[in-house]
């Protein structure tokens, strides 16, 4: 996976007023911290920011962050904070994360063929759209795919179905992720009808 390169400033005023003189810049105040380091108050331009989320194929944005004049470290953009009027950034946390140790990520749920059941007249409903995932940091998948061809009205696959090389789907109950049900007023009958009541 090729990874975007940020640079960051480390930053040494703190506070308000020099947080108001950096937005101003069109850079956003931001803390490196993980993988057994101090934190770090450093600075990033938030167009480098925008790029790094633009050009990534996951959720997780991960990026190859340059900290002052040390070399790369891969890390992930943890969390923006993002003024709720203006919509501009306040804020950026990164993570810095070892490539040899998991990391919880989020991945978005792919549905894959056309169900047997959208012949019958079922609709295909997509109940999970994203899943919690454990892997590597380089092998966060950009989609879960999930293939829905087999699926009648009535039937689900649940999240134990889903298996993925290399990958955890971490969760205490056997959730739903999809499912195929009967339009509102199309009565079911048969082994239909007996999947349906079983799922519910």
């Known amino acids: 996976m090729e990874l975007f390169e940020l640079k960051t400033n480390i930053r040494e005023a703190r506070g308000k007023n020099a947080a108001r003189v950096l937005r101003s810049e069109g850079r956003v105040p931001a803390v490196v911290y993980g993988d057994n380091t101090e934190a770090i108050a450093v600075d990033v331009k938030v ?9 990534s194929k996951t959720i997780q944005v ?13 890390a992930i953009i943890k969390d923006i904070q993002v003024d709720p009027t203006r919509g501009d950034y306040r804020h950026v946390d990164f993570q810095v994360v070892a490539l040899d140790k998991k990391i919880k990520a989020i991945a978005p749920v792919e549905a894959v063929g056309k169900a047997a059941g959208l012949e ?3 609709i295909l409903q997509v109940i999970r759209r994203e899943l919690e995932v454990l ?6 998948p950009t989609a879960i795919e999930v293939d829905v061809t087999a699926l009648k009205i009535g039937k689900s696959i649940h999240v134990d179905e889903i298996k993925v090389d290399g990958i955890e789907i971490p969760h205490n109950v056997n959730f739903t992720v999809v499912t195929v049900v009967a339009p509102k007023g199309m009565k079911l009958g048969g082994e239909e009808e007996e999947e349906g009541e079983e799922e519910a």
């Open 62 to 74: 991960i990026v190859n962050l340059v900290v002052g004049d040390a070399a790369p470290k891969v």
């Open 120 to 122: 019958q007249g079922g």
């Open 47 to 55: 167009s480098d920011v925008q790029e790094a989320i633009k050009q």
């Open 135 to 140: 892997c590597l940091p380089l092998d966060i």
